[in-house]
């Protein structure tokens, strides 16, 4: 299943937001202050590319107050709206049957895109 849920998602844009995220990121590694941000643009990208069988967990220990940071000036600078958009299209997606494994990634999504620092994928 993970595999069929993979490739459909592929077809049907999972491609198309992995580009921008990855582009988002080499634009934001440009400067030096952007590169923890263009970091986390390439976490969620590669997580874009193939969510189905993978998991978003929180690091084990303490992150520090570092990650805190990082995590509000993400949400203030747009991480909000990256966040709404998964919610949108998670919710759009919900409404049929054959599009609730969907929406559950898109839920997924939306939880590492409003706070990445702290979180690993497994």
Same mark, same amino acid.
């Given at each position: 299943?993970?595999?069929? %849920? &993979?490739?459909?998602? !592929?077809?049907?844009?999972?491609?198309?937001?992995? #580009?921008?995220?990855?582009?988002?990121?080499? +634009? /934001?590694?440009?400067?030096?202050?952007?590169?923890?941000?263009?970091?986390?643009?390439?976490?969620?990208?590669?997580?874009?590319?193939?969510?189905?069988?993978?998991?978003?967990?929180?690091?084990? %220990? &303490?992150?520090?107050? !570092?990650?805190?940071?990082?995590?509000?000036?993400? #949400?203030?600078?747009?991480?909000?709206?990256? +966040? /709404?958009?998964?919610?949108?299209?998670?919710?759009?997606?919900?409404?049929?049957?054959?599009?609730?494994?969907?929406?559950?990634?898109?839920?997924?999504?939306?939880?590492?895109?409003?706070?990445?620092?702290?979180?690993?994928?497994?």
């Amino acid at each position: 299943m993970n595999l069929l %849920g &993979n490739i459909i998602w !592929l077809v049907f844009g999972g491609f198309l937001v992995f #580009i921008q995220y990855m582009i988002s990121g080499f +634009a /934001l590694c440009l400067t030096i202050i952007g590169i923890p941000f263009g970091i986390q643009c390439f976490k969620i990208g590669i997580f874009t590319l193939f969510p189905f069988g993978r998991q978003v967990r929180d690091v084990p %220990g &303490n992150t520090g107050c !570092l990650s805190t940071i990082f995590n509000i000036l993400w #949400i203030v600078l747009g991480g909000i709206w990256i +966040a /709404l958009t998964h919610l949108f299209f998670g919710i759009l997606l919900a409404i049929t049957i054959i599009g609730l494994p969907f929406a559950r990634q898109h839920f997924k999504l939306m939880s590492l895109s409003f706070t990445p620092f702290g979180k690993e994928i497994y």
